[in-house]
T-cell receptor
Framework: GNSVTQMEGPVTLSEEAFLTINCTYT??????LFWYVQYPGEGLQLLLK?????DKGSNKGFEATYRKETTSFHLEKGSVQVSDSAVYFC????????????FGTGTLLAVQP | GAGVSQSPSNKVTEKGKDVELRCDPI?????LYWYRQSLGQGLEFLIY????????KSGLPSDRFSAERTGGSVSTLTIQRTQQEDSAVYLC????????????FGQGTRLTVV
């Protein structure tokens, strides 16, 4: 079946550190891949997405590249800020009639000043 | 409205009682989804609506769970005879429908069954 695996948290970093949150997926066909972010007290928001192999999604300094050969979509940011502290969810969608999202378990990121 | 609205934001109920959770999607969004976020389980898909019909109910965990959508807008998720394992945050999302369109999430209803 379709599934998403992402690294366990929490991840604790100092401000301006480099961030990587690993995400791998299992899916038939060619899913679209997403990173969602949930800031404290807020709803889930789409951070970035990629819809085909080798696409790079980017937003707010975050990037992730759709790697079909390694079935991965790792999230990276060169210099994190305290305001990036949140829970990050990797997800996939097979599209089609339902277009439902299948999520990983989430990774809590805590950035310390 | 400006975003997806869910009510109540918090609900505490006694085991065995029925609860109703409400979702107001973004105006014009034909697709509506319910998800559940629980500790240790992550985010699980429950049900998908296209208009008023639900072509995918595959995520509903038991027959105690049901949902409806009326007028292609508001949706209600009902949990009958609540159990402690139903405690979770229930999230609603809506989108314009079709492949690869962005889903917008509400802030969720935190359900606690005591």
């Amino acid at each position: 079946g379709n599934s998403v695996t992402q690294m366990e948290g929490p991840v604790t970093l100092s401000e301006e550190a480099f961030l990587t949150i690993n995400c791998t997926y299992t899916a038939t066909g060619y899913p679209s891949l997403f990173w969602y972010v949930q800031y404290p007290g807020e709803g889930l928001q789409l951070l970035l997405k990629a819809t085909k192999a080798d696409d790079k999604g980017s937003n707010k300094g975050f990037e992730a590249t759709y790697r079909k050969e390694t079935t991965s979509f790792h999230l990276e940011k060169g210099s994190v800020q305290v305001s990036d502290s949140a829970v990050y969810f990797c997800a996939l969608s097979r599209g089609g009639a339902t277009n439902k999202l299948i999520f990983g378990t989430g990774t809590l990121l805590a950035v310390q000043p | 409205g400006a975003g997806v609205s869910q009510s109540p934001s918090n609900k505490v109920t006694e085991k065995g009682k029925d609860v109703e959770l409400r979702c107001d999607p973004i105006s014009g969004h034909t697709a509506l989804y319910w998800y559940r976020q629980s500790l240790g389980q992550g985010l699980e898909f429950l049900i998908y609506f296209q208009g008023n019909s639900a072509p995918d109910k595959s995520g509903l965990p038991s027959d105690r769970f049901s949902a409806e959508r009326t007028g292609g807008s508001v949706s209600t998720l009902t949990i009958q005879r609540t159990q402690q394992e139903d405690s979770a945050v229930y999230l609603c999302a809506s989108s314009l429908g079709g492949s690869n369109t962005e889903a917008f999430f509400g802030q969720g209803t935190r359900l606690t069954v005591v």
